[in-house]
Nanobody, 115 residues
Framework: QVQLVESGGGLVQPGGSLRLSCVAS????????MGWYRQAPGKQRELVAA???????NYADSVKGRFGISGDNAKNTVYLQMNSLKSEDTAVYYC?????????WGQGTQVTVSS
């Protein structure tokens, strides 16, 4: 059974940085699409960043140049480095794995950007 566990969320001031981690168990995640989504109160869940097997990445326009997604295949872990955080980045961030009929989600980690 695939399990995704996120960590690294918290409270940060505007302009600050956080790094989220997502550890995948029960699967070799390197052959799938790994993504980070977020959902703010009253809004739909949206894709923030995705990393496909082979390492290519894509980002939402709102985070380009500020966020970076990366992975460590040996640790079955995907990261989301978030820099220059803004109040509008406040949301619950979810890790997602897709591929071969699988669509798995983590439990989410709260990121709050506030002074």
């Amino acid at each position: 059974q695939v399990q995704l566990v996120e960590s690294g969320g918290g409270l940060v001031q505007p302009g600050g940085s956080l790094r989220l981690s997502c550890v995948a168990s029960g699967i070799a995640f390197s052959i799938y699409v790994m993504g980070w989504y977020r959902q703010a109160p009253g809004k739909q869940r949206e894709l923030v960043a995705a990393r496909v097997s082979g390492g290519s990445t894509n980002y939402a326009d709102s985070v380009k140049g500020r966020f970076g997604i990366s992975g460590d295949n040996a640790k079955n872990t995907v990261y989301l480095q978030m820099n220059s955080l803004k109040s509008e980045d406040t949301a619950v961030y979810y890790c997602n794995l897709k591929g071969r009929g699988i669509d798995a989600w983590g439990q989410g980690t709260q990121v709050t950007v506030s002074s």
